[in-house]
């Protein structure tokens, strides 16, 4: 499994290299960045996600990708997306090979621009979580997360008890949804372009593409 994985690593990492990123100005909007890490588990590639505690500012409860928003000492987004995951679940950095970023994805309800970067790790990490910011580590299955019932639009309780119909992925009871969710169908895409030979990019904020909410910030 070894060379399909470094394989996959590959095709990823020339796929975001080759096309051109989507970047937003959103007026009044934060700047933050997240990781989206993926790595060898068990034969199989997995992506790593965390679970919010209800004691963080935004997002609370909700699953995203590890990161947050940029600190003034931060000299690129980058660096946010590294320290963050560093400080939230203790991910050795030198153990992470960035491969390119994905396009930029607003968030509605906080306010943030999320900038990701992808982001292969050498086999599955030693964490150590931070409990005020995360409830749980959760590592998924890249194919469970392609199969055919992924994404689902659905009506969720969302936003402090607004109901509104988002698009979602389950999987073994975890629901994600929201800028994560948009964020991870950029990723996906990625995955399928063997298959389906296009990769298609989530809309700048000019063009109405703030997402409900759940992403690092």
């Not at 934060?30 to 993926?38: D, I, K, N, Q």
């Not at 607004?162 to 975890?174: P, S």
């Not at 948009?182 to 995955?191: R, T």
Request: net charge negative; aromatic share 6%.
């Amino acid at each position: 499994m070894e060379s399909s994985f470094l394989d996959f690593k590959h095709k990823v990492a020339r796929v975001l290299q080759s096309r051109r990123r989507k970047q937003a100005v959103c007026s009044g909007f934060g700047l933050s960045a997240v990781l989206v890490p993926f790595y060898e588990k068990e034969g199989k590639v997995h992506l790593l996600f965390t679970k919010r505690t209800d004691r963080v500012a935004h997002h609370k409860s909700q699953i995203s990708f590890p990161g947050g928003a940029k600190d003034p000492g931060d000299r690129t987004l980058l660096q946010t997306a590294l320290r963050e995951s560093a400080e939230e679940i203790g991910l050795d950095v030198a153990a992470v090979e960035v491969l390119g970023a994905l396009d930029d994805t607003p968030t509605m309800a906080s306010k943030y621009v999320i900038t990701p970067f992808v982001a292969a790790l050498n086999g599955s990490p030693l964490l150590t979580v931070n409990r005020e910011e995360v409830e749980e580590v959760i590592e998924l299955p890249l194919e469970a997360l392609l199969e055919g019932r992924n994404p689902r639009n659905e009506r969720l309780v969302v936003d402090g008890g607004a109901t509104r119909q988002v698009m979602a992925y389950r999987y073994d009871g975890h629901v994600i949804w929201g800028a994560t969710a948009s964020v991870l169908k950029q990723f996906l895409d990625l995955a399928r372009l063997e298959l389906e030979g296009t990769v298609r990019s989530a809309p700048a904020c000019e063009a109405g593409s703030p997402q409900p909410d759940s992403a690092g910030s």
